[in-house]
C-alpha cells in the first residue's frame, strides 16, 4: 500500500507450450487495487527506469490471456534499463531453458523486491525507500534495492531442488560469461533472502519438517541448475539502455 510494487509473486512454469505467444504489450492498472494504492502507467512517465515485469512475460507465452494479464501494473516494477534487459533479462531467460531441460515436470518460482539500501542485510523501513519521480512532478513509486529470485523442483521421488538469487538492482551491464559468473556470484540461500525481505517463505514446511526445509537448502548443487552449454544474451545494448547511464 505504501511502496507501490508487487513485494513478491509467485507462478509455476512449465514447458509445454512455451514460446507459442509472442509478446503483447499492454501494460494497465489492475482494477482490484484502489487508487491511492495502486501504481499507474503514469508513475512511469519518466526517462531513467523500465516497468520491470516481475512474473515475466517469456514465462506466460502459454496463452495470450496469460501474456495480456503479465502486463497488469500490480507485476511491475521500476527496474533501470540495463538492469531489466541485461542480467534480470538473461536469468529470466536461464530460467525457461532450466524447465525446457527438465523433463521431469514444473519449476514454481518466487521473485520478488528488496528494499535494504543501506546494505544492512535487513529490510529497510519503507519511509527510507527512494522514490522514482514521474514527468507529472509525483514521486510515488518505490524502487527496489535488489531483486530476487526462488527456484523449486519437485523430483519424482519427492524430494526438492532448489536455488535462489538476490540480485543488486543497479546498471551493470554484463553480457556472456561474465554475465554467468556474475549470476552464479548471487546465489542465496532461501533463509538468506527471508531475512532481508522480513519474509517468512514455506513457514508450514518450517513448522512441521524442518529437515524438508534443511534439505531444500543443501540442494542447491543440482546439476538441473547447470550454467554449461546454455546462452542467453543481454539486450542491453541493442535497444539503447546506455540513456541511463549515470542516472543513480
Known amino acids: 500500500r505504501d511502496l507501490l510494487v508487487p513485494v513478491w509473486t509467485a507462478h509455476r512454469l512449465d514447458a509445454q507450450g512455451l514460446g507459442k505467444i509472442e509478446r503483447v504489450d499492454c501494460f494497465r492498472s489492475d482494477p482490484r487495487i484502489n487508487a491511492p494504492f495502486a501504481s499507474l502507467r503514469s508513475d512511469y512517465d519518466e526517462r531513467i527506469f523500465d516497468q ?14 496469460s501474456v ?5 501494473m500490480s507485476n511491475m516494477a521500476p527496474q533501470y534499463c540495463q538492469f ?34 543501506d546494505n544492512d542485510g ?4 519503507d519511509a527510507s525507500a527512494k522514490r522514482m519521480k514521474s514527468n507529472n512532478g509525483k514521486s510515488r513509486v518505490a524502487v527496489p534495492s535488489h531483486f530476487y ?6 523430483k519424482g521421488d519427492g524430494t526438492v531442488e532448489t536455488i535462489s538469487f538476490l540480485l543488486p538492482h543497479d546498471q551493470t551491464d554484463l ?20 531475512v532481508i525481505t522480513g519474509l517468512k517463505f514455506f513457514p508450514k514446511a518450517a513448522q512441521e519438517r524442518p529437515e524438508a526445509v534443511a534439505a531444500i537448502e543443501k540442494a542447491r548443487a543440482s546439476s538441473l541448475w547447470s550454467f554449461t552449454g546454455k546462452h542467453p544474451s543481454s539486450l542491453a545494448n541493442s535497444q539503447q539502455c546506455k540513456a541511463t547511464a549515470g542516472a543513480d
Open 52 to 65: 520491470g515485469h516481475l512474473s515475466p512475460n517469456g514465462d506466460m507465452s502459454r496463452a495470450l490471456n
Open 68 to 72: 495480456l494479464n503479465s502486463f497488469i
Open 84 to 117: 531489466n534487459r541485461g542480467v534480470w533479462q538473461i536469468l529470466e531467460s536461464l530460467v525457461r531453458l532450466w524447465v525446457k531441460d527438465n523433463e521431469r515436470g514444473s519449476i514454481y518460482v518466487i521473485t520478488g523486491s528488496v528494499f535494504d539500501r
Open 122 to 125: 535487513k529490510r529497510d523501513p
Open 149 to 154: 529470485k526462488i527456484l523449486i523442483h519437485q
Open 175 to 194: 553480457d556472456g560469461d561474465a554475465a554467468f559468473q556474475y549470476l552464479e556470484k548471487h546465489i542465496h540461500s532461501i533463509e538468506e533472502i527471508g
